[in-house]
């Protein structure tokens, strides 16, 4: 379970660039809870993403992690605990190293108590990991000592997304994972995403600019506004919000028109 307590983060404090991109926020997310985080551009989304994995320190508030405090832990300790995808399908992963290399080399730092042994690339291992990418039908498993450079986008995150829950995650964070690729293979890997999060009840929190993704995906929508939580939708309320009804309460709290330069109101 996450359980954020009132964070902040101001960047540039004390210059005339100061920016408040995270206001005294908090959250608590249940074991195996999906949630979808929406929010215009800028809105501070990914710093909480940022914030929650440790790329930098929060100004004031805490964080724990199953009960854990990770309020001061580093970037790098975090990272066991917690996976994260990213928009670019070249982020995470080591573009000159082979598939089941990156494959071996995210399964190894995952353990707790990694051995310098167990870095070795045994055969049950390729083979465990081949079995893993044949179940997605997305003709990677063939291509296991390929560099993982040369697969196509939507193939790599799904890579990635294996790199992340070989071993359970406490946490797995995606931030518009699925936003760089064509419409056929962002769908193919939201069902995938979808897959692994289900089969493995992992608690996940999914940035989208797709409104409607973010209502049918999960089971809990947040949305952000300049730095804050303004809505928090579940249970019956989400099932029948519908995306009109969600940009007249953005508009009825926040006393303005939605900014929707970046956000998909699309249907599909
Ligand atoms: N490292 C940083 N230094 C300065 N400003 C930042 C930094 N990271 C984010 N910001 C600012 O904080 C705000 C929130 O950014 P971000 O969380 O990336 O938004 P989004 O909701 O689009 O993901 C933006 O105004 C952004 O310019
Ligand atoms: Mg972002």
């Keep these: ?25 908090s959250l608590s997310l249940e074991d195996g809870e999906f949630v979808t985080v929406v929010g215009s551009n ?23 992690l199953d009960n854990e405090e990770i309020t001061y832990k580093s970037e790098h300790a975090r990272a066991k605990m917690i996976g994260r995808v990213f ?14 290399e990156n494959l071996a080399l995210a399964y190894t730092r995952s353990q707790k108590h990694s051995l310098p042994f167990s870095r070795a690339l045994t055969k049950k291992k390729a083979e465990f990991f081949r079995e893993n990418l044949a ?22 995150q799904v890579v990635t997304l294996l790199m992340c829950t070989l071993s359970i ?24 995403t979808k897959q692994i999060v289900s089969e493995n009840n992992i608690t996940t929190m999914m940035i989208t600019h797709n409104l409607n993704q ?12 300049s730095g804050e939580i303004i809505l928090d939708l ?18 009825a709290k926040k006393q303005k028109e939605f900014d929707n330069d970046r956000i998909l109101l699309s249907r599909d």
């Design 87 to 100: 928009q670019d399908p070249m982020r995470g992963t080591a573009p000159n190293m082979t598939i089941e």
């Design 169 to 192: 995650p406490k946490l797995l964070l995606l931030d518009e994972h699925t936003a760089a690729l064509d419409p056929a293979t962002a769908k193919r890997v939201m069902e995938i």
């Design 42 to 64: 800028g809105a501070g989304k990914s710093t909480l993403f940022n914030a929650i994995c440790g790329s930098f320190l929060v100004d004031s508030g805490h964080i724990f």
């Design 234 to 251: 579940s249970g019956k309320e989400r099932e029948n919000m519908t995306i009109d009804d969600m940009i007249k309460m953005y508009s």
């Design 1 to 25: 379970m996450l359980e954020v307590k009132n964070i902040s983060k101001v960047f540039a404090k004390g210059t005339v660039n100061e920016h408040v991109a995270i206001k005294n926020m």
């Design 135 to 156: 179940r997605y039908n997305m003709g990677i498993e063939d291509r296991m000592k390929t560099k993982i450079g040369l697969l196509s986008g939507g193939q790599r």
């Design 214 to 225: 973010s209502l049918n995906t999960g089971s809990r929508t947040i949305m952000l506004d």
